[in-house]
């Protein structure tokens, strides 16, 4: 069992940035890939980012690609989502997650309750 807690939300303007951080704990966290997923109030979670086990291969959603960056920190058991030039349409609730590496959340076994971000225009 991996437990997974969000954490960096807030509210920021439009060209704004956060940083959000999710802190594992329970088994090994450098067995597991993270991804970084989102849900606007109406549409479907989707994909945001993801990092293999080891750190060495990062994937983007097309709509963050160049403006997100995703990290991790394998000896302090998190995972981070730096989000810059954010925009009104980033609002969503964030959630990290922990399995296998994919932008399909299906191929995640363990999620957080996830951390809220709006952005203002």
């Known amino acids: 069992q991996v437990q997974l807690v969000e954490s960096g939300g807030g509210l920021v303007q439009a060209g704004g940035s956060l940083r959000l951080s999710c802190a594992a704990s329970?088994?090994?966290?450098?067995?597991?890939?993270m991804g970084w997923f989102r849900q606007a109030p109406g549409k479907e979670r989707e994909f945001v980012a993801a990092?293999?086990?080891?750190?060495?291969?990062?994937y983007y959603a097309n709509s963050v690609k160049g403006r997100f960056t995703i990290s991790r920190d394998n000896a302090k058991n998190t995972v981070y989502l730096q989000m810059n030039s954010l925009k009104p349409e980033d609002t969503a609730l964030y959630y990290c997650?922990?399995?296998?590496?994919?932008?399909?959340?299906?191929?995640?076994?363990?999620w957080g309750q996830g951390t809220q971000v709006t952005v203002s225009s």
């Open positions: 997650a922990a399995g296998r590496y994919s932008a399909y959340d299906r191929t995640y076994d363990y």
């Open positions: 329970g088994h090994t966290f450098s067995n597991y890939a």
């Open positions: 990092i293999s086990a080891p750190g060495r291969n990062t």
